[in-house]
C-alpha cells in the first residue's frame, strides 16, 4: 500500500503532477484575463504561449539528459540526491548561467507558492467571511507547513492525481455554472480598450504557461526521465480543455464585472455545488504550495549540507525557514490576480522561456557539441538551425513582449493596486458578504 500511494516515479504521475502544477489558482484569474484581453486574444495567446511552454519545456528537458548522461560517464551517481535546473546549468555553461538560473527560479518558486497561499485565503473568505483575508492568510500559512514533511516530488503521487480531480471540477463547474446562470443585466465586454489591462492581461496567460519550473525536479523523480517533453505536451493539452471553455463561459456571463473581481468563484452564486469547488481548489491550491516549496527545500538543504541524509525528521525540521517568507510576502501583497502579471513579466520570463532557450543554444552552438548530443533534433525538425530560429524568436518575443510591454502594463497595475488597497491590506477586493451577488446586486459590489 505504502509503494502504490507513495512512491510514484512512472509516466503517469508526472502527467498528473505537471497538468496538476500548471493549472492551479490560475485557473480563476484566466476570465478576469479575458475580461482585459477579449475572446480573440484570449484564446490566441492562450494556445501561443502553450505551445511556447511545451518547446521551452523540451529545451529543459534536452539539457538535463545531457547534463546527467555526461555525469554518469563519469562515474556520478544520484541515489540520493536531487538533481535541480542550476546544477544542469553549471555543469553544462559555467558558474554564470548557475547564479543566474538560481536566482530566477528560486524567485519564481517563492512567488508562486506566495500567489498560491494568497489564493486560499481568497477563496476560503467565500465560505466563511467572519475573518478577513489577511487572518485567513495566517491560518494557512501555518498550515503550509506540514509539506516540509514530502520527501521528493515522487512522493506526490496520490496527491498530484487528487488535485487533477479537484481542479479539472472546478473548471468544469465554472463552465457549466456559468452558462446555468446567465448573463447579468446589461452585461458589458468592452476589452481590448485599454494598453496596460491587455499587456496585463497577457502576462497572465504567460505565466499560466510557465509552471515548468519545476520540470527537472519531476524529471528526475521520474524512472525514465527522457519521455518528460511527451508528458508536458499531453498536460497542456488538457489543460486547455479545462481553461478555455471556463474562461469564455464565465467571462460571457460576467464580463466588464469581472475587471473588479479576479476570483471568478466570487462572482458565481452561492450553493453546494460552488462551496464544493472552492473546498476542492483550497486543498488543491494547498498541494501546489507544496510542488513550489519543494525545490527550495531542495536548495536550502544542499546549502546547509544535509540533502543526501536519510534522516528526514532532521530534513523536515531545517527547512521550516524557506516557508517564512511565503507567509510575509502573502501577507504584505494579497493582489489575487495582478500579483500573477508581475510574477510573468519579471520572473516566468526569464526562468521558462529565455535562459532555457539560450542555454541550449549556447550548449550547442559548436559542431562537436550538436553531433555528440544526446537528445537529437525532433523529427518534426529539419536542422539544428531551425532550432536555432525557434529560440532566437522565443528569447526576442519573450524580451519585446513578455518583459517590456508585459513588465510595463504589469508594474503599473501593481503600482495601482497598492495605491488604492495599500501593503498588507486586510481584505483585497472584498465585497459586503462572502456569498457572492447575484441579479442586481453584482453591480453595487465594491471594495472595502
Known amino acids: 500500500m505504502k509503494r502504490l500511494l507513495w512512491h510514484g516515479g512512472s509516466v503517469y504521475d508526472a502527467w498528473f503532477s505537471a497538468a496538476s502544477n500548471q493549472v492551479a489558482q490560475v485557473l480563476l484569474t484566466l476570465p478576469y484575463s479575458f475580461s482585459q484581453l477579449g475572446y480573440p486574444s484570449g484564446i490566441v495567446f492562450q494556445l501561443f504561449y502553450g505551445v511556447l511552454g511545451c518547446w521551452s519545456c523540451y529545451m529543459i528537458t534536452s539539457l538535463y539528459a545531457e547534463y546527467r548522461t555526461r555525469k554518469e560517464r563519469e562515474g556520478v551517481l544520484f541515489k540520493n540526491h536531487v538533481i535541480q535546473w542550476f546544477e544542469v546549468l553549471d555543469g553544462l555553461l559555467g558558474p554564470y548561467w548557475k547564479a543566474a538560473g538560481l536566482t530566477f527560479n528560486c524567485t519564481f518558486l517563492l512567488f508562486g507558492a506566495v500567489i498560491q497561499l494568497i489564493a486560499c485565503a481568497s477563496n476560503i473568505f467565500l465560505l466563511n467571511d467572519h475573518l478577513d483575508k489577511r487572518e485567513w492568510t495566517y491560518i494557512f500559512g501555518a498550515c503550509c507547513m506540514v509539506t516540509v514533511l514530502v520527501p521528493s516530488f515522487r512522493n506526490y503521487r496520490l496527491w498530484s492525481f487528487f488535485g487533477l480531480i479537484m481542479i479539472s471540477y472546478t473548471a468544469w463547474y465554472m463552465t457549466i455554472a456559468a452558462l446555468v446562470h446567465g448573463q447579468i443585466p446589461n452585461v458589458v465586454h468592452s476589452a481590448p480598450n485599454a494598453k496596460v489591462p491587455y499587456f496585463t492581461g497577457a502576462t497572465n496567460i504567460l505565466y499560466t504557461f510557465g509552471g515548468h519550473a519545476v520540470t527537472v525536479e519531476i524529471m528526475h523523480a521520474m524512472w525514465k526521465p527522457v519521455k518528460f517533453k511527451y508528458v508536458y505536451v499531453f498536460a497542456t493539452l488538457y489543460v486547455f480543455t479545462l481553461t478555455i471553455p471556463s474562461a469564455i463561459a464565465v467571462y460571457w456571463a460576467f464580463g466588464d464585472l469581472l475587471l473588479t473581481n479576479a476570483n471568478a468563484l466570487a462572482l458565481l452564486p452561492r450553493s453546494g455545488a460552488r462551496d464544493l469547488a472552492v473546498v476542492l481548489m483550497l486543498i488543491h491550491q ?3 504550495v507544496g510542488f513550489a516549496v519543494t525545490p527550495l527545500y531542495f536548495v536550502w538543504e544542499k546549502l546547509i ?3 543526501t541524509t ?38 516566468v520570463t526569464f526562468t521558462v522561456y529565455i535562459i532555457p532557450c539560450a542555454a541550449h543554444m549556447s550548449v550547442f552552438r559548436t559542431a562537436k557539441a550538436r553531433q555528440n548530443a544526446v537528445v537529437r533534433p525532433p523529427f518534426f525538425m529539419s536542422s539544428w538551425a531551425a532550432i536555432y530560429l525557434i529560440n532566437i524568436f522565443i528569447v526576442i518575443w519573450t524580451m519585446v513582449i513578455g518583459i517590456g510591454w508585459g513588465g510595463w502594463a504589469s508594474i503599473t497595475t501593481f503600482k495601482h ?19 457572492a451577488p447575484t441579479g442586481s446586486a453584482l453591480n453595487s459590489t465594491h471594495h472595502n
Open 417 to 435: 493596486e497598492i495605491k488604492t488597497f495599500g501593503v498588507f491590506a486586510p481584505c483585497y477586493q472584498c465585497p459586503r458578504t462572502a456569498a
Open 305 to 307: 549540507g544535509i540533502h
Open 310 to 347: 536519510k534522516n528526514m525528521l532532521l530534513r523536515a525540521v531545517c527547512r521550516m525557514p524557506v516557508i517564512l517568507p511565503v507567509w510575509f510576502f502573502a501577507i504584505a501583497f494579497p493582489f489575487f490576480g495582478p500579483i500573477n502579471s508581475m510574477v510573468g513579466a519579471m520572473l
Open 286 to 288: 494547498f498541494i501546489t
